[in-house]
DNA sequence: ACTCTGACGAACC
DNA sequence: TGGTTCGCCAGAG
């Protein structure tokens, strides 16, 4: 594992998301300029738990502002857990403020420093 | 070496 | 509107 490595650079983005706020898997991979590999950042946040220092995955949802991966998290639950006591209101495991909580990696962080 | 499977997303029918 | 295909590519079997 090198710092350069793609799970380490969207490791780094991830752990920049404020709290309250969410991002998706497909904006972490256009940031990255690997804009068809949302998947393989999906990949990623499988491999980031118990990584140090703490990678806030439960930040990261799809497109639609779903929690798609909320299975990931041991009991199930445990994803809207961390997003709710962030502040975070969840409908059916869907985020109907998605849209205004969107937290863009391409806005907010250089490309060039990742 | 080869196939299959994805915490995705966009392009096609 | 909705199901299927495909690009992506790291691991597991």
Redesign the pocket.
């Known amino acids: 594992m090198t710092q350069s490595d793609?799970?380490s650079r969207v490791y780094r983005v991830v752990r920049r998301i404020p709290p309250g706020r969410v991002t998706?898997?497909?904006?972490i991979a256009r940031f990255l300029g690997?804009g068809?590999?949302?998947?393989?950042?999906?990949?990623a946040?499988?491999k980031?738990?118990g990584q140090t220092p703490f990678v806030p995955?439960?930040r990261?949802v799809?497109?639609?502002g779903f929690l798609?991966?909320k299975q990931?998290?041991g009991f199930s639950g445990t994803?809207q857990q961390l997003l709710e006591s962030e502040g975070v209101h969840i409908e059916n495991d869907q985020i109907p403020e998605f849209e205004n909580l969107f937290w863009d990696p391409l806005k907010y962080l250089n490309p060039d420093l990742f």
Do not use: D, E, I, K
């Open positions: 793609f799970f998706t898997y497909g904006a690997s068809q590999s949302a998947r393989m950042v999906g990949w946040m499988n980031s738990y995955a439960h990261v799809n497109r639609n798609t991966g990931h998290f994803m």
